[in-house]
């Protein structure tokens, strides 16, 4: 008996929190909508069990803001994305054990080992150490995955699931104080707006999602909206976290339009989304906070943003439109011949053509979709539907209208041989903003060539504070270069630096026959003997690099190069360095004396994913000025020789290494010479004369076949 008193006990106060919560949630509405007229109406008669049956059809009738197919498109998309369609529903069973693990594309941090929770979810758990993981499981985007595998299959298990997770995480994560560090940070608020809709717009007419379950999930996300409007900080103003949080919020003002607050939502987060943009997306399209991944999470947002615009026939800030596309072209200019993004700083190896799927079709763009996949992805076309799909099919393709590009405003140059997949591809890392999220990786270059990696950045692996992060972060996980074994930057933790390295006198140069670029990095200027470092590369095309690595100081230091391999296919032969592959092989061969030697370390390609590769580190001992000239090729495809040669002024005086120094350079019957001035004797002598030809310039190159001899000054 006392059990059955205590049982009736409790299904009263349900119930009377029940009508508590259809009261709060009608008064949050503006009933006067004629679209609420039937809610409205039973209210006034008091029937308040009605009216909430009453919104929630209304909801299941709604237009949808993300979910574009309907039930007919089922057959086409099973036949079409059966790989994809599988891959849906098993994550889907994973999550009806409760059982986690994080592999979507874009999730900002990956596992790679799943996580069972026993019994109920513990939404503050971190089963690895790392707080990540409890960020990831607050961000809810695997109730997409339930949400489409009912839609898919019409198994009502799925959708029970993600009400009974929902309820739960409501129920156990109260908005307080003592959450804001972990379920309510407010970025997993605004990543979660943007879940819960589409994973409700998949399970809606589902038979678990009841008047009751609508309610309180409505008040759950009025609360976020609320949340994510009482504040617009600096940080969020300048970093990505705002973009999240503030496109949520915008979802919302758009996916609950009857919230009597709902216009005002949709102003300021239009607004604040406004100032973000202003702020953060560089001239040049980049985000500022230099990684590709970051980047492209606040892309996402604001495709979000253009998408539900679009939707809604809404004006958007041509600023929002114009920026947005030009954050599309920036992933265009550093993509990678196999369609990903590069590693810089925290970013995983993540393939682009999804995300510019999207964008060339809302901007309708043929250069855009030359670098997409040519027919929408299977998420795209949960986004688009068929209609629009066929639209996809008919934008034409067209190749940008350049080759290679240099960032200006973030400082990274890129530069390609072609847009064919077998194009030679090398990035150089010629400026460092500055930023939580970039590495120790000024003067780094990366080598992507005959469908492969050569020469890589490390990658991130973990956030958390230690050796392994500051490991991943660190000048020699990079292709730079080091002054006595010393970092360029001063790691501090995790997101700071006690000192940052900087860079001057950034300048490249594009050309058909060549790309060159170069910066100095002052990091060593702050030692006793201060040390100046510049890094010149030229890169011959299709597939001959040519670097200059010059060190001024006045005393006795140790210089070293980095190069940092995806593997352990390298090997030291014949003074230099050479890959082991079946074929396609990258040759490193140092021009003057030095000592190399290979070291076990590790590549990260993904977030909580390392694996073993080799460093090579060339180091020389060099007192007062010092440098290395490298010359990188593939035997393979260029019969290449070379040789330093001499320098003279135009009084035919040698002059020191210091001075001016020369490479010739044979490659399939054509001869280069690459002249690097290094410190002009007198200011006003500009002339220089190698293999008896005068010329001027500070770096200048000479090219020379059977019918004739040219010379370019590529820097005055």
Known sequence: MKFIHLFLIYLLINSLSIIAQKKEIFEKLNLGLPALESVNLQIQRGQSKLAAKNLLEYYQQKQNLFLKVNKQDLTFIKQNYSEDVKNTIAKAELVLDKNFIFRDDWDMEKTNIPYQFKGQIDWKAMPNGDEEWCFMLNRHKYWIDLGRAYYLTGNEKYAKAFVEQAEHWIDNNPLEDRLKKLSWRRIEAGIRCENWVKAFEYVKNAKSITPAFLTKFMLSLYQHGEYLNSSFSAFSQTSNWGVLEFQGLFTLSHFFSEYKIAPQWQRDALANLETCIKLQVLDDGSQWEQSPMYHNEVFHCYMNVNLI?????????????????????????????????????????????????????????????????????YETYFLLGSKNSDQYKNILTKNPDFTSIYQQSSGDFFMRSSWNRDAAYTGFHLK?????????????????????DYLIDSGRFSYVDNDWRKFFKSNSSHNTLSVDNLPNSIYKDSWLNET??????????????????????????????????????????????????????????????????????????????????LKNN????????????????????????????????????????????????????TNLKYQKIPVYNRSDILLLDSEAEAIKITS????????????????????????NILVRGEVILIEKNKKETTTYIIKE
């Open 668 to 691: 399939n019957d054509v001869e280069y010479t690459l002249l690097v001035v290094h410190n002009s004797p007198v200011p006003a002598a500009n002339f220089f004369k190698v293999n």
């Open 500 to 581: 940052e390295a900087r860079s001057q006198g950034d300048f490249t140069v594009t050309t058909s026959l060549y790309d060159y670029g170069e910066a100095e990095n002052t990091a060593y200027k702050r030692l006793k003997d201060p040390v100046s470092i510049k890094r010149r590369m030229l890169f011959l095309k299709p597939n001959i690099w040519v670097v200059f690595d010059s060190f001024s100081a006045n005393g006795s230091h140790t210089y070293t190069q980095y190069f940092n391999f995806p593997d352990k296919n390298i090997v030291i032969k014949d003074d230099g360095l050479s890959t082991t592959f």
């Open 586 to 637: 990258l040759r490193i061969q140092p021009v003057k004396n030095t000592t190399i030697k290979l070291v076990d370390s590790w590549f990260s390609p993904e977030y909580n994913l390392k694996k073993e590769n080799l460093r090579a580190e060339i180091s020389r001992e060099g007192n007062g000025f010092d440098s290395f000239i490298s010359v990188l090729y593939f035997p393979e495809q």
């Open 309 to 377: 615009a679009q939707t809604k026939n809404l004006k958007l800030p041509e600023i929002i439109i114009d920026k947005t596309k030009d954050m599309a072209y920036a992933n265009v200019k550093w993509q990678k011949p196999n369609f990903h993004q590069p590693l810089l700083g925290d970013s995983d190896d993540t393939d682009l053509r999804g995300i510019l799927t999207l964008s060339s079709y809302l901007f309708d763009d043929p250069v855009l979709k030359s670098r997409a996949f040519d027919n929408l992805d």
């Open 432 to 452: 460092k903003l500055g930023c939580g999220h970039g590495h120790d990786n000024l003067l780094h270059f990366t080598i992507y060539a005959n469908n492969q």
